[in-house]
């Protein structure tokens, strides 16, 4: 015969899901503040003239449209 598994104790089951939720509030905190991070990153090197040259530089390789907009002088 089988013994049945015993059901835990529905505090100890609240007691962790409240820990469970916590967890996740705190992760998904954390990942917000390293999204904000890793966009400002994104905009300071898409704002640097060596980022942009090369990126000039890949367009023409391709064949495609280099930007123009800004200044470009900047060997690699």
Do not use: F, W
Not at 44 to 63: E, F, G, T, V
Not at 65 to 73: A, H, L, N, Q, V
């Amino acid at each position: 015969m089988t013994q049945e598994p015993k059901l835990p104790d529905l505090e100890k089951v609240k007691q962790t899901s409240a820990k469970m939720k916590e967890i996740c509030n705190k992760a998904d905190a954390g990942i917000l503040v390293l999204d904000s991070l890793i966009a400002q990153l994104e905009e300071q090197i898409h704002s640097s003239p060596l980022y942009r040259y090369r990126l000039n530089r890949a367009k023409q390789l391709l064949n495609m449209k280099p930007d123009t907009s800004e200044d470009t002088e900047v060997c690699s």
